[in-house]
């Protein structure tokens, strides 16, 4: 059978027999789905938003946006929650990049769909901001319990409440990708995300485990809790509502609003339902992130390894499928991301424990995945020399390396995955 995957902005095939198939899994999707305008316009239409917009009315409300690295479908989103604001008398839309680059192609179209849709709508005093954490200001809002210092971007301190617009799906150390993210480290300083990040390096810190989580027992997450403390720190008593939204390929599954800590928790209930899965182990995996965005680079591409590492047994193999056409990542990560990882590997993990730096937990996290595999192998656009130095195995005919595998045991089970960046697996027993 011929499987098709994403891979950067279009798709491959990949041909297995169908006996060696153990699943093929992807990201939700419904049966009948609604068009995007139709289900926020059942969202954004009851009681929760009507107190929204009591709550706006008069006031200055920040709205925090995801960044470009996502791939949630703004075009749509903007003009469906925009009436809820005409009451404020000033908004502020900031775009939270935490410590990613502020100017990209990607976060200038979110500004052109802020622009095109507040004149639409006839929102007139408002600021587009876009975070940049080399260059803002910043206020001591206070250290949390785990030791994190929270300086945050001073352009939310006049804000009178707050509204969050995040797409929610697995995260493979903060739990969830969620509304909290947008404050921290969505706003926050270089100092801040480091020291929160290295709390990624704790076991707890993983998918599907979140201080807000409905079952008590996937409440601990030191990551997550750092991160929500640090969001409380910086609102004191402001209101904070959110939009959450679950999507796929640019449509919308799901969508909540209301008071953000609620709104978080149905995502994440919806997203467990919907987007984990316990699985058998198999000796052989194939992983695409999900295309672009989720593969620009491989910084980005690395987080659906992580989600779904659990499907592949100690020894086994994984064939990745990440174009990376941006390359290894940002320049500024690369000294604690990609350099780190081509030492040894248990320098790798040595040195990363004795002395986290910012980024060095993308490093920790692949050498402990490439130290139980027999290989790694990586398609992608990032040339050969480069992949081999991080110790991995470039495959520039991923065909080639299935056949290779049922050549070597015909009786092989692959466990093919993609849009892998929004699915997370627990291995069974």
Known sequence: MKIELSYNRG???????????????????QEVQSANNVLLREILT????????RIAAGNKVCVLLDDGTRDEPFEDILPE??????????????????TH??????????????ERNAHHVGIETYTIHTHDYRRDTYRYAGTTSYGTEIHSNTILDEADAFLVVSDVKVHYFAGYSNPVKN????????LTTEQNHSLALKDTSTFGRHPWHENPDRRTNPLAA?????????????????????????????????????????AFTLVDTRNTHTVNRVDRLIVSPGGFPNDTDLYIAQRALEL??????????????????NGIGESHTLENFYHRLTAPLDEVLKTIEDD??????????????????????????????????????????PQEVVDHWLAEKPDAKITVVDGANKIAFFAKS
């Open 11 to 29: 798709k491959m095939g990949i041909e297995i027999p169908e006996g060696n198939v153990e699943q093929v899994i992807r990201p939700w999707k």
């Open 101 to 114: 680059h502020p100017d990209t192609p990607d976060n200038r179209k979110i500004r052109d769909l802020i």
């Open 308 to 325: 779904t590492k659990n499907a592949v047994r100690d020894g086994g193999e994984i064939l990745f499928l990440a174009a990376c056409a």
């Open 183 to 190: 404050f921290v480290p969505g706003v926050c300083t270089f």
């Open 81 to 98: 929650l925009f009436p809820l604001l005409l009451q404020a008398t000033e908004v502020l839309f900031v775009i939270c990049t935490g």
């Open 226 to 266: 750092d991160e929500v403390e640090g969001m409380y720190l910086i609102l004191g008593d402001r209101p904070v509502y959110a939009l959450a939204t679950i999507s796929s390929e640019r449509k919308l599954q799901w969508a909540g609003f209301g008071l953000i800590e609620p709104v978080s928790r149905a």
């Open 46 to 53: 009851g009681d929760e938003a009507e107190e929204f917009i």
């Open 356 to 397: 986290y730096k910012l980024y060095s937990h993308k490093p920790y996290k692949f050498a402990q995945l490439i130290r139980r595999l027999r290989r790694l192998w990586m398609h992608s656009e990032i040339p050969d020399a480069q992949i081999e130095a991080a110790h991995l195995h470039p495959a520039s005919n």
